[in-house]
């Protein structure tokens, strides 16, 4: 599975931005899928995940109520709606294809296949 980020962009503070995340090969659609994201000299941290179906979600504490994460399996793609953003929001945003279940969408190191990172860039 190869995964390509896209749609980062320079937004005012409470603007929005789509992120995209579109996947190639047949078995995309058995994978969960998780954004993260890592601001300069931080850890990449979670942000939100989707599972296979879009059945099911999770997001970090600062993403809820703000960010909605979604996918379209017949076009290979997730989204993360970022609204309302805040300059505390500024990173590279990635996204990773998982095969574990909800309780291990958190932790990075479950997932197998990453994305280039798309730069998000809020300004105050």
């Known amino acids: 599975v190869q995964l390509q980020a896209s749609g980062g962009g320079l937004v005012q503070a409470g603007g929005s931005l789509r992120l995209s995340c579109v996947a190639s090969g047949r078995t995309f659609r058995s994978y969960s899928v998780g954004w993260f994201r890592q601001a300069p000299g931080k850890e990449r941290e979670f942000v939100a995940a989707?599972?296979?179906?879009?059945?099911?979600?999770r997001y970090a504490d600062s993403a809820k109520g703000r960010f909605t994460v979604s996918r379209d399996n017949a076009k290979n793609t997730v989204y993360l709606q970022m609204n309302s953003l805040k300059p505390e929001d500024t990173a590279v945003f990635y996204c990773?294809?998982?095969?574990?279940?909800?309780?291990?969408?958190?932790?990075?190191?479950?997932?197998?296949?990453w994305g280039q990172g798309t730069l998000v860039t809020v300004s105050s």
């Open positions: 990773g294809a998982t095969k574990v279940v909800f309780s291990g969408w958190g932790d990075r190191e479950q997932y197998l296949y």
């Open positions: 989707v599972s296979w179906n879009g059945g099911s979600t």
